[in-house]
Each structure stands twice: as structure tokens, then as C-alpha cells.
């Protein structure tokens, strides 16, 4: 894995949604995005949420990692089971939060977390980065049935791209 690569993508991240919702009109942040239910603004804190669960992912690989590959196969399975439940979550909370957080603590937010990744991504070595589970695929697009902790390292950039090309902005 290429960690200078994985910084850079986390950076140029980092200062592309500043840049999005420092330069954005708010009528361009209420209108709709293209292809989702979700305002540009709504979007835009959606975007931030795939390096907000982050923590989350990377800990449950490290445990799952080290449990019998059943264990980590039926979480999978138990997880695409409540993929209905999931996508409604992840819906109302990128509602929710793209409704109500003010955009310099969407920035703010944003920056920590980026941060906080870069700290954790050079505390990582060959063996941590090889580690992985399966990963409910109905979840998300670019979840894979198997992952390592590199590719959970990926996932947010790719996200985060992804949806840029859904935005309505100017």
C-alpha cells in the first residue's frame, strides 16, 4: 500500500470539501442534488460521514480480524440482512446533519477527522494493513465481500469522489 498516496487523497479530500462549502451559495446548498434524495448541503455532510464511521470500521475489522472467518462471514450476512433498516439511518441522518450543522463546524468536523485518520494511518503496519473481514456488500458500492484494513483506508476518498459527481453545485 502506498501511504504517501492514501495522505495525499486524504488531503486533497480534506481541502476539496472546504472549498465546496466554503465557495457554495446557500441556494446552492438547498437545491437538490442529482441522483439522490438529498439537498447539495445534505450531500455534503453524507460525503463527511463515510470518514466519520471510519473509527467504527477500522475497529471492527481489528476485532473481526482476529475471530474465526465464520464469525466475520455471518456479521456480513447479519449486516446485508439490515440493509433496509441501515439505508434509512443513513438517510435521516445525513438529513439531519446536513440540515442542522453549521458549515464551519461541518469544516471543522471534517478537518479533525482527516487528521485523526493521518495519525492513525502512520501507526499502521504491514500486518495491520493486511488484516480484513467481510463487509456487508449491499451496504455501499465499494464495499467489497472481503476488505483489509488498507482498503477501509480507501473506502472514504472513494465515497467522497463518488458522490462529488452528485452534486448541483456551480
Known sequence: MD?????????????????LLDSAAGDELRRRSDGTRWTNRQLLFHMLLGFLIMRALLALAKILSRLPASVGQGWARLLNAGTKPFDAINFVGSWLGGSTMPRSAMVALCDRTIAALHR????????????GMPYPTRWDPFFQEFMTVADLYRFPVQHFDFHREQLSLS
Open 3 to 19: 501511504l504517501q498516496a492514501v495522505h495525499d487523497d486524504f488531503e486533497r479530500t480534506r481541502a476539496t470539501f472546504r472549498v
Open 120 to 131: 492513525r494511518l502512520d501507526r499502521e503496519n504491514d500486518v495491520s494493513l493486511a488484516r
